[in-house]
């Protein structure tokens, strides 16, 4: 019979460590690409939900008048 050699405690840590690192960079990527498409995704649907309620009026009457009140404050004494 032959005898079976088992892995090391140390080789085993060695290589959980290197699985680890070559990995955990895909992780942390895969993760920020799944945070980018949410995002993407929940402002297409707020402008879409925007749109539908006519709030997108609203919404540009209120940036026109932002962007006045810092053109008058820029302009005043």
């Known amino acids: 019979m032959t005898k079976s050699t088992y892995p090391t405690k140390y080789q085993l840590e060695h290589l959980k460590k290197r699985i ?21 995704l929940t402002e297409s649907a707020e402008l879409k939900l925007a749109k539908k309620i006519k709030a997108d009026v609203v919404i540009k009457e ?8 810092e053109i008058h404050q820029r302009k005043a004494p």
């Open 20 to 40: 680890n690192n070559e990995i955990d960079p895909l992780i942390d990527q895969a993760q920020l690409s799944v945070k980018s498409i949410v995002a993407d």
């Open 62 to 69: 209120l940036e026109q008048e932002i962007d006045q009140k």
